[in-house]
């Protein structure tokens, strides 16, 4: 299903059994009914495998929600929309994960139950207003007709209906006998956003207090009687296959229980994840390498480029390309991003429990449903005999989007004789990542004074949503490879947009966080920074020219240079570069002001951002997802990058595969324009502007032209530049 819910969509619970008797249920998502009986959790509450709200004698609301919370805010966020349209107080609406189905928890903008492409507060923010303001309406009704009074002449504040007239008021929690029997509202009123009294405010994120005092329990944190450890070595080399092992010197280490060697992999049980590693660290073993073996980053590379000067397939073409280019002089660049892993804070990890009538699997997945359908393939069970226990995330800017880790917990799982905790180390996180894909972006332009007439835009990389989701990949388009350049905000008449799908040998490719505007962004605004200098002009005044037809960009554009004190001077090697773009329904102008040293060193001294997000369900959330973002992105220009020799990766953890230390971390200047559009994406716009706004600081410094991600400080030094 794509697409908004609407009123119609929205059903109350007809009779789901004296399981609910003491709790009213009104289901915002698709069936009415539940896929089988209704189950009880271990407090003894009403609880029915859909997507639902829940108000019980109490007044607790507890929303049943599809979303995870990966540091993102979102469990806040979405309790905020229903408390306000409910008019509920914050601290009486409670969260629960819920479990995967992808029929009743299917995300309407992605089509399938995950979490991902910044779409949590876009995808459910009409329904669950709906679905709160349709409550509402249905209490009210229920306390009218109780005093005998016009519906109209009630309110409702803080889990409350009020009668003004009399002075009379009862709980929401009050209400419940008497709302089971009321139909629900054919059409509500949603409110008028002058009226919200949470939604816009900085409020507090309910998950902050836990995650400070430990309590918060992530997928690596899992903890059970009888817990076993267990980590693992798969083969170097992608594809390759175990030989042999020799385990005489791991049986001797205190604590190892089980050495299990699997097809493609070693792993080391023990009582503690010490003597695991310890167990793991003194296996000598053989790896048959396989085909890939020779495969190096020198030859991903050479393919790539090949491949990139011919023809592809068409994603958009405006006016008539070929012609306005062919007759005229043309301007042409190509522009180059590498793999990225995902290293997040919190490592790989999934906790198993295989017998051989269940698996219970203890994990923060970012797509549950699959993961419990990858979990049933690999033990050859049922899915309902398949319990995913969802945790928060300790990060997942995409990696927790796949499931190998998950199928390969459940293999080694199904070796061991109870529950067992499996733990890549970070060396074998990063190096056995999926990773963001390389790209090659080649463009070519035709100029008409101070304006760009025509634009061909030619995009070469692997596609992951032909292994994701192929039925999205359509007569061989990536959506996701072209997003930010099908829909570039310029005004340009002539406009060709290919793709040419080039998958790397060996090495595995998925989403990383920004996902496909990640390099169409870097490549067409560094593009127009060249462009900007051919025409002699002002980069922001060159783009500002060209952003007729999309005011939102043009404000922020506007608001980022004067906000940053643009055009004002600054002292030698130091420049400012300026990025704008439309991703995830949010426009953001990004300007960096960098310092580069004789050395080629580059030092962030100031980043300031314009936001334009639509409405802000919570600003605070909003300006931190920004400046996180901005970090995440500008870690990757200036150090991101895996390379492959022999078939390896090269990086094993943060001292060659580097983050941004906290010293380095620029001063960011977030200013949000107040909107009434629908909220846009925010986890991961910030991401996409911060890399081409630096390397067109850079640009402005030096006049070196990098046409390639990570910085290279040697091309800087020397002042060489690709122009």
């Not at 003491?22 to 915002?28: D, I, M």
């Not at 919200?196 to 400070?212: A, E, M, N, Y």
């Not at 037809?549 to 004002?568: F, Y």
């Not at 600054?570 to 004789?598: H, K, M, W, Y």
Request: glycine share 10%.
């Amino acid at each position: 299903m794509t697409g908004s819910i609407e009123l119609s969509d929205i059903s109350r619970r007809h009779v789901l059994g004296g399981a609910l008797a003491s709790a009213f249920v009104f289901a915002f998502h698709l069936p009415v009914r539940a896929a089988g009986p209704v189950q009880k959790g271990p407090d003894g509450a009403a609880f029915a495998p859909n997507a639902y709200i829940r108000i019980d004698g109490t007044g607790q609301v507890t929303l049943i929600m599809p979303q995870v919370e990966m540091g993102q805010g979102i469990y806040t966020a979405v309790a905020t929309i229903l408390a306000e349209e409910l008019d509920a107080n914050l601290s009486q609406v409670a969260l629960e994960h819920a479990p995967p189905d992808e029929k009743l928890y299917t995300n309407p903008l992605l089509g399938l139950q995950a979490t991902g492409g910044s779409t949590s507060v876009r995808a459910f923010w009409t329904p669950l207003r709906k679905a709160g303001a349709a409550t509402r309406a249905i209490l009210v009704r229920a306390a009218a007709d109780q005093w005998h009074v016009a519906p109209e002449s009630c309110s409702t504040i803080n889990g409350a209906v009020v009668h003004k007239e009399s002075g009379r008021q009862m709980g929401y929690g009050d209400l419940l006998d008497a709302a089971k029997k009321i139909a629900v509202p054919g059409d509500v009123a949603l409110k008028d956003p002058k009226d919200f009294v949470l939604i816009g405010k900085p409020l507090k994120r309910l998950d902050t207090t836990d995650k400070v005092n430990g309590k918060t329990i992530y997928g690596i944190d899992t903890m059970m009687p009888g817990l076993k450890f267990a980590t693992l070595a798969q083969c170097p080399v992608f594809g390759g296959k175990v030989v042999n092992v020799e385990d005489e010197g791991a049986r001797k280490i205190a604590g190892v229980q089980q050495i299990i060697a699997l097809d493609d992999l070693v792993a080391v049980v023990g009582d503690h994840m010490w003597a695991a590693k310890r167990g793991l660290e003194a296996l000598d073993i053989t790896w048959d390498e396989g085909a890939n073996a020779n495969v190096s980053s020198k030859d991903i590379w050479e393919h790539l480029r090949a491949a990139s000067e011919g023809e592809g397939v068409v994603a958009k073409s405006v006016g008539d390309v070929t012609n306005v280019l062919y007759f005229g002089e043309t301007y042409d660049a190509s522009y180059e991003m590498p793999f990225l892993a995902h290293a997040t804070m919190e490592p790989l990890n999934c906790t198993v429990h295989v017998t051989p009538t269940s698996c219970d699997i203890w994990v923060g997945t970012q797509i549950i449903a699959r993961a419990r359908s990858v979990a049933a393939k690999a033990t050859g069970l049922p899915e309902e005999m398949v319990t995913i226990h969802q945790h928060l995330l300790g990060g997942g800017f995409g990696r927790r989007l796949e499931v190998d880790m998950i199928a390969t917990a459940v293999r080694i799982g199904g070796e061991v004789d109870g529950p067992v905790k499996i733990v890549w180390t970070r060396e074998e996180d990063v190096q056995h990542d999926i990773y963001r894909p390389v790209y090659r972006d080649s463009i070519s332009a035709r100029m008409s004074g101070e304006k760009v007439i025509a634009l061909k835009y030619r995009v070469a990389g692997s596609s992951v949503i032909a292994r994701f989701l192929p039925p999205a990949f359509n007569q061989g388009i990536d959506i996701d490879a072209v997003d930010s350049a099908v829909d570039t905000p310029y005004d340009i008449p002539n406009v060709q947009v290919e793709y040419v799908r080039v998958e790397p040998a060996a090495v595995p490719t998925g989403f990383w966080r920004g996902v496909g505007p990640n390099n169409n962004v870097f490549a067409i605004e560094c593009f127009m920074d060249e462009l900007a200098r051919k025409a002699n002009k002002d980069p922001v005044a060159f783009r500002r020219d060209m952003l007729g037809k999309t005011p939102r960009i043009r404000h922020v554009l506007d608001l980022a240079a004067e906000k940053s004190l643009w055009g004002q001077p600054l002292p030698p090697r130091v420049g400012r570069g300026v990025s704008v773009q439309p991703t995830f329904n949010t426009s953001i102008a990004t300007v960096v002001e960098a310092e580069v040293d004789t050395g080629g060193d580059v030092y962030i001294r100031r980043v300031t951002l314009a936001v334009d997000c639509g409405l802000a369900v919570n600003p605070d959330t909003v300006v931190a997802q920004v400046e996180g973002g901005m970090i995440f992105g500008l870690t990757a220009a200036l150090y991101g990058e895996i390379t492959l020799e022999k078939g390896r990766v090269q990086q094993s953890n943060f001292h060659d595969y580097r983050m941004l230390r906290i010293d380095q971390a620029p001063k960011i200047d977030v200013h949000l324009v107040k909107s009434g559009e629908a909220p846009g994406g925010i986890g991961e716009a910030a991401v996409v502007g911060g890399p081409p706004a630096l390397r067109n600081a850079i640009y402005a410094a030096t006049g070196v032209a990098l046409r390639r991600l990570p910085i290279d400080r040697a091309l800087i030094a020397e002042k060489k530049s690709w122009l």
